[in-house]
């Protein structure tokens, strides 16, 4: 096995070696792929439990006022209102409008934010912060000294109630402080796979521990990234780089509901005043063939209407599925388009999200 | 790695193995292949009755995450296609040297077999890719 040295590696990169993981870089990290088949790992998610090592992603450390310490206009989501212990997806954006990162807001005190933000953008986005946040407001970037475990599927919460009996009350996008073996963790029921899920942040040096302690529960798998990526474009969910870039707006890239309309956020006017050409649509091939990102769309009429951003084979369907932005008068529902080149096309039928329906997500 | 290679087969640098019997050429993707594809998803035939040259993409093998071309590792003329892989496409994972093997091409230059490897410069092939 060959080692990339300008990776960073969680504290689980021996770990994942010694499980058999085919390891990827990812966003700048030494990731695991797959332990075994992404098949047989998508259907342990969607039925039992499986765990993710997410300590690649970056969390940012933020206490002040939500207005005067400037949070708010980094934002784009509302964050004034949000209940204490609760999560709330959103995004941060340039002066063009363009999307600098997604993120998910954690409030965990009147005064106190915890910022998680996706692992290539780690650097950029605490440069971000650091310039827009107002003089004398507490930044910590503690992506290197907080680790992050993924536990998703519907019997996640069965399974992880026996090491945390508190987490049965969590309801979704809430989140607390827990103890797990003894170590302090913060616990939230969100995830990235449309099933019953919870990420949990815990110290760096105590991430093996728990990640040993979960495994050992019989019915939890190890489950890498492969098999994320085909779980989270069955729940039609952006990944920056594909959906989300600094040139696409997030109302292009639908992400219309995250987008606090009545406040003056970092970008706000850039976006109303660009000219929505172009939208996020998704689509199910009529065969096994599936999409891949970079393949173009064309109408029936041989138009070409528009760019694949994410495409996989997907298990739940039996079929390929794919997200792109098209023209936005050729993304209704039921519309037949076509994905590949000019020489070889193969048929598709646009649809609705997300493409899988029967999640635990919320149960 | 012990990948597993059939001792009486011919093989291609991509990775294509082909049993000749008389002058029918059967050709499938090596155990190496089926296991760095992962799971195979899609198998795009080609059409019967179709022309093929030798190393000639003809056929596109597809894993969850990715597509891949598949090269005929002799000419010819494109007699028979394994449809049980269109419904099946594991079994190219399970069996690929036999279940999973994807076409058949009627030879036409025999000589073109001394382009391909033995078991053994296959197998001395795969130790150096590593």
């Known amino acids: 096995m060959t080692v990339d040295t300008n990776l960073h590696n969680t504290p689980l990169a021996d770990a994942h070696v010694a499980l058999g993981a085919k390891m990827v870089g990812f966003g700048g990290w030494n990731m695991p792929l797959q332990y075994e088949s992404i098949?047989?790992?998508?259907?342990?998610?969607?039925?039992?439990?499986?765990?993710?090592?997410?300590s690649h992603m970056g969390e940012f450390m933020i206490k002040g006022d939500a207005k005067e310490s400037g949070l708010d206009r980094i934002v784009t989501q509302p964050i004034t209102d949000m209940p204490l212990n609760s999560c709330r997806y959103g995004a941060m954006l340039n002066d063009n409008g363009g999307v600098i990162d997604d993120l998910i807001v954690y409030r965990k005190g009147p005064q106190d934010w915890m910022i998680v933000v996706n692992a290539a953008n780690i650097e950029k986005n605490a440069r971000h912060f650091r310039a827009h946040l107002n003089a004398g407001t507490y930044f910590e970037d503690a992506s290197f000294k907080t680790a992050k475990l993924d536990l998703q599927g519907p019997q996640s919460r069965d399974v992880l109630k026996v090491l945390v009996p508190g987490i049965a009350k969590l309801s979704y996008y809430t989140f607390d402080q827990f103890q797990l073996s003894g170590i302090p963790c913060l616990i939230s029921r969100t995830g990235y796979t449309g099933e019953l899920g919870f990420e949990i942040y815990c110290p760096w040096e105590k991430c093996k521990e728990i990640w040993q302690t979960i495994l050992t529960h019989?019915?939890?798998?190890?489950?890498?990234?492969?098999?994320?990526?085909v779980l989270r474009v069955e729940m039609c969910y952006s990944l920056y780089g594909h959906e989300l870039d600094e040139t696409v707006s997030p109302l292009e890239a639908g992400l219309d509901k995250f987008i606090d309309g009545h406040k003056d956020f970092i970008g706000a006017k850039a976006v109303s005043a660009r000219p929505?050409?172009?939208?996020?649509?998704?689509?199910?091939s009529t065969s096994r063939k599936s999409p891949r990102a970079g393949n173009r769309i064309f109408d029936a009429g041989n138009q070409e209407i528009g760019i694949v951003t994410s495409g996989t084979f997907s298990p739940a369907l039996q079929a390929g599925i794919g997200i792109g932005f098209m023209d936005r008068h050729s993304k209704d529902a039921g519309i037949e388009i076509f994905f590949g080149d000019e020489k070889n096309k193969a048929a598709a039928i646009v649809a609705k999200r997300p493409f899988y329906k029967n999640g635990s997500l919320k149960s | 790695m012990g990948m597993e290679i059939e001792e009486n087969f011919l093989y291609t640098k991509e990775h294509e193995w082909v049993s000749i019997e008389d002058n029918?050429?059967?050709m499938g993707i090596t155990d190496y292949a089926q296991e760095a594809l992962g799971d195979v998803t899609y198998v795009e035939l080609p059409e019967e009755e179709s022309e093929v040259e030798?190393?000639?993409?003809?056929?596109?093998?597809?894993?969850?995450?990715a597509a891949s071309d598949i090269y005929a590792p002799m000419a010819g003329k494109v007699t028979e296609v394994n449809r049980k892989l269109e419904d099946t496409p594991a079994l190219i994972n399970k069996d690929c040297y036999g279940k999973g093997w994807i076409a058949k091409i009627e030879v036409r230059d025999m000589d073109e077999s001394t382009n391909l490897m033995s078991a053994e410069e296959y197998r001395n092939y795969l130790d150096s890719l590593h």
Do not use: M
């Not at chain 1, 929505?276 to 199910?284: D, E, K, L, S």
């Not at chain 2, 030798?54 to 995450?65: A, G, I, L, N, P």
């Open chain 2, 54 to 65: 030798q190393f000639e993409q003809f056929v596109s093998v597809e894993s969850v995450k």
């Open chain 1, 218 to 229: 019989a019915t939890v798998k190890p489950t890498g990234l492969g098999v994320r990526d």
């Open chain 2, 24 to 26: 029918i050429a059967t």
């Open chain 1, 276 to 284: 929505v050409r172009r939208t996020i649509g998704y689509f199910t």
């Open chain 1, 39 to 54: 098949l047989a790992e998508w259907e342990h998610n969607r039925k039992t439990a499986s765990l993710f090592d997410c």
